[in-house]
């Protein structure tokens, strides 16, 4: 059935816009006026209209991020623990909202939700807003009849998504800042430094040592042919990107990211965190295991632990318990496997997976301080060395040159 994009005005003149399914233009129309609205525009939801790149990422028609998700379930959450239906907890916002891709999405659900649509079905029909381990919780949410806990228990694992995601940004930002800095200085010295000391060289005609040749040679190369350079790199970026693609070798540059000595266990502990979160915030919410499993796997971006819970799963539908069948993949901790197997045994998993969350995330957080403070001074060392070996490479031939006047 086609889909139509609307805009309508209700009987009090306030406007609404969405998008909806029907047979006909005709049929839209009068499926707007039974709910009350009056149909200003309506048109057919081309591919083109969906797909347009300026349609699609225009400051009103972009979907919502991560903070404006938060934000407004977090809203929703408490309106709806007040008593607040739903749609009218969603139109709320929408008019108080001075965003505009914000307010459309916010209308476009209350459109759904009053034409007689549960939420998980309204925002399935918004993918790019609403990833599916959101339509899940919802989705349970409505069977449970607990959509105000629900929703308040989201709420707060995207506030820690968003929270462990900015600290591990954070902690990234000034050792990146200082490779940024390191490169630009080291590109200027190649690229307008060295050359212009290159010209003395050549006009006293004197034989150089073989690290100032390195240099002035490196230099000229920059100079001259930076632009296949270029090329090169994005070549390089681009042919990477296409064998990342690929699963089989994603798989083994993920299973090499694991082993690294440093960043490897960095990279375990962030990943077990935002799995252990989401199975908690879902076991809480009444989710079969099955799906929380299978939801919580699309959270992780490292194939090897997506593997890992693929294997799970199969070894829980043959019916062993999931500690034992978590465990035997041997990529999770083992705090976090013994605290799942004492919450099988107690009854609280939920509760149990929240305090491995939670300590995934504490020894996350100590390994990016001593991470941080191990490659700060490291990258100073190696800036530092990189531009005293340009300094020494091309004063070396002036100070022979003083000797040799004197």
Not at 146 to 165: I, N, S
Not at 301 to 326: C, K, M, Q, W, Y
Request: glycine share 6%; no cysteine; charged share 20%.
């Amino acid at each position: 059935m086609p889909r139509y994009q609307f805009e309508a005005l209700t009987y009090a003149g306030k406007s609404e816009r969405g998008s909806v399914e029907g047979e006909s233009e005709r049929a839209v129309r009068q499926a707007l006026m039974a709910k009350q609205l009056v149909p200003v525009t309506v048109e057919l939801e081309t591919e083109w209209s969906k797909q347009h790149f300026w349609s699609r990422w225009s400051s009103e028609n972009k979907p919502l991020s991560r903070a404006d998700l938060a934000l407004i379930t977090k809203q929703v959450a408490i309106l709806v623990r007040s008593g607040v239906q739903i749609d009218e907890a969603l139109s709320v916002l929408a008019e108080e909202t001075t965003q505009t891709h914000v307010k459309r999405v916010l209308q476009e659900l209350v459109s759904e939700l009053r034409a007689g649509l549960p939420l998980s079905a309204a925002i399935a029909g918004q993918p790019q807003s609403f990833d599916p381990l959101y339509q899940g919780v919802v989705g349970a949410a409505e069977q449970s009849g607990k959509m105000g806990q629900v929703l308040t228990q989201l709420a707060e694992f995207l506030e820690k998504r968003q929270a462990l995601k900015s600290k591990a940004m954070g902690a990234l930002a000034y050792p990146a800042m200082l490779t940024g800095v390191a490169f630009m200085i080291v590109l200027f010295l190649m690229t307008y430094v060295v050359p212009q000391i290159a010209r003395v060289f050549q006009s006293t005609r004197q034989s150089l040592p073989f690290s100032t040749r390195f240099i002035l040679g490196l230099s000229e190369f920059l100079v001259d042919w930076a632009w296949l350079l270029a090329i090169v790199i994005v070549l390089i970026i681009f042919y990477a990107r296409r064998a990342l693609a690929k699963e089989e070798f994603r798989l083994k540059v993920d299973r090499v990211l694991l082993n690294l000595p440093v960043l490897g266990p960095l990279l375990l502990g962030f990943e077990t965190a935002r799995f252990a979160n989401t199975m908690a915030m879902l076991v809480s919410a009444n989710v079969p295991i099955l799906t929380a499993l299978r939801s919580a796997r699309s959270t992780l971006s490292n194939s090897v632990l997506r593997l890992a819970i693929d294997l799970t799963e199969v070894r829980l539908r043959e019916g062993t318990s999931l500690a034992r069948a978590l465990g035997s993949q041997g990529v999770f901790s083992p705090i976090l496997i013994h605290l799942i197997r004492s919450g099988e045994a107690s009854g609280k998993l939920a509760e149990m997976l929240k305090y491995g969350a939670e300590n995934a995330e504490l020894e996350s957080e100590q390994k990016t301080k001593i991470f941080t403070s191990l490659l700060e001074p490291l990258l100073i060392l190696v800036m530092g060395l990189m531009v005293l070996g340009i300094v020494m490479a091309v004063m070396q031939p002036i100070l022979e040159m003083n000797t040799g006047i004197r």
